[in-house]
């Protein structure tokens, strides 16, 4: 089943409880922390997750953008985060190794997450652990960026080393997910969808997550 987690990086700060609410009928709620320093913006961090936590129960998808990830597991999973994904561009091998181990200890869902420039093989080494693969399909750091067609090809890599290696483990696509795209990226190989604009941005949030899980 196709899942959909509506990025509140697209939502409106200011109402945040409410844009939450806004989206309850998808299935994740997709939560962006940058640190400024992997990528270069900067956006949330702990004690929003905190809050969010507090406001509804639904699964919260946190992508962690930040450098050296593993500092922040245990933080982060005490926050209420029900899955994290971490970059392997973010720290060295042994160490996201350990992030991912932390992730176990701590009884949140494990993911790693590939930018535009890394090959789907790097997953290998930490795939048969995972729950989920994230597929980046813009550079991280900024909502709102354009779709990389490219990235089909890395989407389909990767569906093909999940299905061989590890076929529960769930890949997700984030960056340019529109009624337009989904389809393809439905088509290659995603079985979970991230969404900004393309829900925050709809008069209907619920209509616009319907579409896209008709892809």
Not at 18 to 40: E, K, N, Y
Not at 49 to 74: G, N, W
Not at 140 to 165: C, K, N, S, W
Request: with cysteine.
């Amino acid at each position: 089943m196709i899942k959909i987690a509506p990025s509140i990086l697209s939502a409106d700060f200011v109402n945040l409880e409410r844009d939450i609410q806004r989206v309850s009928t998808a299935d994740w709620l997709h939560v962006d922390v940058m640190d400024g320093c992997f990528v270069p913006n900067i956006t949330i961090g702990v004690p929003v997750v905190q809050s969010i936590r507090k406001c509804t129960d639904m699964f919260l998808d946190v992508h962690l953008m930040i450098d050296k990830p593993v500092r922040y597991v245990e933080a982060f999973a005490q926050a209420g985060a029900d899955l994290l994904s971490i970059h392997l561009e973010a720290d060295h091998p042994t160490r996201i190794a350990e992030a991912l181990k932390r992730m176990g200890e701590f009884g949140v869902k494990k993911a790693v997450a590939l930018r535009p420039i890394t090959a789907a093989n790097a997953i290998l080494p930490y795939l048969e652990e995972l729950d989920m693969v994230l597929v980046m399909t813009v550079e991280p750091g900024f909502g709102g960026q354009a779709f990389m067609e490219h990235q089909l090809d890395t989407i389909r890599q990767v569906r093909t080393l999940i299905d061989r290696y590890h076929p529960a483990c769930r890949l997700e696509v984030d960056g340019g997910i529109s009624p337009k795209t989904a389809g393809a990226v439905i088509a290659a190989g995603a079985d979970t969808l991230v969404a900004g604009s393309a829900v925050y941005g709809a008069a209907d949030p619920a209509a616009a997550i319907a579409a896209l899980r008709e892809g």
